[in-house]
């Protein structure tokens, strides 16, 4: 079944039922939490794979501009393609429009290879601490 290959994986945030059993995330759903999890994490953070994250957290003490927001936007591509496979990116927007509140706005329009299905999200970039 080609939605086999979309995978499950651990919810992001991991959590468990009354029961004990891990809570899983399956095939599209899994996908998304990948890229939430990809974005989140700076480069250099996981002491085995101090590759793996998104460049964009280098640029917190950067000037909101048009070059910065290019920037986040390659850094935000770029992750993507390097760790997410099972996806290809169709855009990605940055936006300032919420910048007086702390955060820069990633929009995302991907495509699961395997389904052709087109999704989208919003990541919300943080530039001030104490923020989800």
């Known amino acids: 079944m080609a939605r086999d290959f979309l995978g499950t994986g651990w919810r992001f945030p ?20 990948a890229i939430w999890i990809i974005l989140s994490t700076a480069k250099g953070e996981r002491a085995m794979r101090p590759e793996f994250g998104c460049g964009i957290h280098d640029l917190v003490f950067a000037p909101i501009n048009n070059a910065t927001l290019r920037e986040v ?9 390097e760790f997410e496979p099972r996806i290809e990116i169709i855009s990605v927007s940055a936006s300032d429009r919420e910048a ?4 820069l706005l990633i929009s995302i329009d991907y495509r699961v290879i395997i389904t052709n299905n087109e999704f989208n999200m919003v ?3 943080y530039l001030s601490e104490g923020r989800p």
Do not use: C, W
């Open 100 to 103: 007086k509140n702390g955060k």
């Open 73 to 81: 936007e390659t850094s935000v591509f770029t992750a993507l393609t």
């Open 123 to 125: 990541f919300p970039f």
């Open 14 to 33: 991991p959590g468990a039922d009354a029961a004990g059993t891990v809570s899983l995330s399956r095939f599209e759903a899994d996908i998304k939490e």
